[in-house]
């Protein structure tokens, strides 16, 4: 198993398997819960404490990214349950398809933050791979994966499966390049980016007879 990298892992699991699918979606719950739970307690705790202006910063900050990224759970939720459009909608309509291409923008946008970018060098780093004459590869690669992932969330059709495909594939890729930065390590990995990715997998064969 400790060769065996995180999506082969999960593979095995069988997370396609009703009971395991229901087992999960609940485990998604109880996460975007205690995520909540634990930003407000965090907010009161701001709140009664004198904090320096970079500090309020960074708490600001990484609110907006749990926020989002458990809206992104949410509408992952709901697309194992819920159809998407089909039928031809208003280009003003904001559709739930919509709702969730802006999310998934969020987390793409995410690659070009210095503090993201950061983290993800001092990963490599602790492989001891990463020189001062291999730096700019390392760092092209961050904006390479968000040059092709960004190409691909602009060509996603605006409603109905295939975008809600689309949308997973680019998840997909997204949650195994953090895995990979992780060192294929799941007590490294980040529980959202796991459930992130066995959504997609769900989702894609879900949906995937009604492109």
Same mark, same amino acid.
């Given at each position: 198993m400790q060769n065996m990298k995180i999506s082969e892992i999960i593979a095995k699991e069988d997370c396609l398997d009703s009971k395991k699918v229901e087992?999960?979606?609940?485990s998604i719950r109880s996460h975007i819960d205690n995520s909540a739970r634990n930003q407000n307690e965090t907010?009161?705790? /701001?709140?009664t404490t004198p904090i320096s202006p970079a500090q309020l910063k960074h708490f600001f900050r990484n609110k907006e990214r749990e926020e989002n990224t458990g809206r992104l759970l949410q509408y992952l939720l709901m697309f194992t349950e819920k159809a998407p459009v089909c039928e031809k909608? $208003?280009?003003?309509?904001?559709?739930?398809e919509k709702q969730l291409r802006e999310f998934v923008s969020f987390q793409l946008d995410l690659l070009r933050e210095k503090d993201v970018k950061k983290?993800?060098?001092r990963e490599t780093s602790q492989l001891g791979i990463l020189r001062t004459g291999n730096f700019w590869y390392y760092e092209g690669r961050i904006? #390479?994966? /968000?040059?092709?992932? $960004?190409e691909a969330l602009a060509?996603?059709? #605006?409603?109905?499966?295939?975008a809600i495909i689309t949308l997973c594939r680019i998840l997909e890729k997204l949650s195994l390049f953090w895995f990979d930065i992780c060192r294929e390590d799941a007590c490294r990995v980040r529980v959202s980016d796991i459930f992130i990715y066995k959504l997609t997998l769900i989702l894609k064969i879900k949906w995937n007879g009604y492109e």
């Open positions: 087992i999960l979606k609940e907010a009161t705790w /701001h709140a909608m $208003s280009p003003e309509l904001i559709t739930p983290a993800i060098l904006a #390479d994966l /968000h040059k092709e992932l $960004s060509a996603c059709p #605006d409603q109905g499966p295939a």
